[in-house]
Structures are given as structure tokens and as C-alpha cells.
């Protein structure tokens, strides 16, 4: 006598696989899906408004703010590591902050331009004012990428056109800055920028100079700060935002 053996349908096979599929996958969250098992043995998914709790999302936020400064200090010690300083230049006892080895450095001049558009963006800036002659540099590029026109800010007898002058005092005596008439209106807001501020004396008069036409100054931007040198006191209440600070 022949012994009768079952073979499982290949529905039923199907069937057990899913029934252990889902069970395998019952400890699972997931964020906007839930898979309904139906006596065909097929798998609907349906919509969820929300699957995470308020401490899931707590915690999803707090973990994403820390990222997020962590590749922000990253993006800060990759640019002041690519600034060298150069001692006794251009006269005995300055420590020079030399930026062209951070021009050299793509990956961390690129970072100097992404943190400053990250904090521009948004804050419906029409104007960045550049100071000769690094801020030529760095100017540009933040003006591109945040939808602003770029402004030079010149030293005497540089722009063709007509100007108009602030004088400003230096720790050696006087200089003097120029804009192009024109090249502003009232009611604007303006971003202006350097590579480094020391005393203050040059993004003073900046401000001075566009305040005079009836341009709104935002904040000023540094890559480097000697605070050493208190030229953030010189700024009143002017904001200043910079990125690192000098050796």
C-alpha cells in the first residue's frame, strides 16, 4: 500500500511565507506605510497620517541638529587649518592671516561660501557690499547664490563713474572708501563682507557710506576675527558674523 503524501498548493506556500514575512516584520516602524495581510494572500499598503510618537520625532530632530553641527565644526576646522599666518608681514609683530591657501583648499573655500549663503539665504538681502580687496573675493559668489547684486567698495580714484567718499581713520593716519553712485537705492538691505576684520575702521565706514543713501545694513561678514583688536566693540550695534578667529 502506497503511503499518501500532502503537497503543499503553491498558494498555501505563498501564503505561509507571507504569514511569516509579516510576522518577522511586526517590530518594524514604518513612517507612512502599513501592509494589511487579505485572505488572497496579496499585500495592500495604506496610507498613515503618522507612525512616530512625539518623543520618536523628539528625538529625530535632536539627532538631525547634531549632524548638522557636527559637519558644521567640521566645515570650520577645514577652513581655519587651510588659513596660514605669516609672521612679521607686512611689518615686524603682525601675525598675517594669509587666505590664498584657503583659495588653493577647493573643498574649504567652497565651505567658506556655503556657510555664509546657508545664513543669507532667507533673509532678503538685495545688496552685498564688497571691501576692497578681499571682499572682492568672497563677495561675488554669496551675491550669486543668494540673488543679490555685488557692490565693490573702492579705494580713491578706482571707479570710473561718480562716487561717493567716506574718510575713515587708521592706527597710521586716514583713508578713504568710495561707491558708485547709483549702485544702491534707499530702502535696500546689505550684506557687507570682508575676508578679516581688525580694528573696524574699514567696515565702519562701509556701513557709513550706505547708510548715507538710505541702505539698510543687515549685518556685517568676516572670515577671520582678531578679537584681540576689539573691532566688534567699534561696530555699535551692528551685528558681525564670522567664521573663525585668527592665530
Do not use: W
Not at 25 to 33: D, K, N, V, Y
Not at 116 to 144: C, H, K, M, T, W
Amino acid at each position: 500500500m502506497q503511503s499518501s503524501r500532502l503537497v503543499p498548493s503553491a498558494n498555501s506556500l505563498f501564503g505561509s511565507a507571507v504569514t511569516d514575512t509579516l510576522r518577522s516584520l511586526s517590530c518594524l516602524r514604518f513612517p507612512s506605510l502599513i501592509a494589511i495581510s487579505t485572505a488572497s494572500s496579496t499585500i495592500r499598503f495604506q496610507p498613515l497620517r503618522s507612525t512616530a510618537s512625539s518623543s520618536d520625532s523628539s528625538q529625530l530632530t535632536e539627532m538631525a541638529s547634531k549632524n548638522s553641527q557636527k559637519d558644521q565644526d567640521t566645515r570650520l576646522e577645514r577652513i581655519s587649518s587651510a588659513i596660514r599666518v605669516i609672521p612679521d608681514f607686512p611689518k615686524p609683530g603682525i601675525m598675517f592671516q594669509d587666505i590664498t591657501t584657503l583659495l588653493l583648499d577647493t573643498k574649504a573655500f567652497k565651505d567658506t561660501i556655503d556657510l555664509f549663503v546657508e545664513r543669507y539665504r532667507d533673509q532678503n538681502i538685495s545688496v552685498v557690499a564688497g571691501v576692497e580687496a578681499r571682499g572682492f573675493i568672497f563677495g561675488p559668489p554669496i551675491a550669486l547664490a543668494i540673488g543679490a547684486k555685488f557692490v565693490p567698495m573702492r579705494k580713491p580714484n578706482k571707479l570710473p563713474g561718480e562716487v561717493i567718499s567716506e574718510e575713515y581713520s587708521l592706527e597710521y593716519g586716514t583713508d578713504i572708501m568710495e561707491m558708485h553712485v547709483g549702485a544702491v537705492e534707499a530702502g535696500e538691505r546689505a550684506l557687507v563682507i570682508d575676508d578679516l576684520i581688525a580694528t573696524g575702521g574699514t567696515l565702519c565706514a562701509a556701513i557709513k557710506l550706505l547708510e548715507r543713501v538710505g541702505v539698510h545694513v543687515v549685518e556685517c561678514a568676516c572670515v577671520i576675527e582678531l578679537p584681540e583688536l576689539k573691532g566688534r566693540d567699534r561696530l555699535g550695534d551692528k551685528s558681525l558674523f564670522v567664521l573663525v578667529n585668527g592665530a
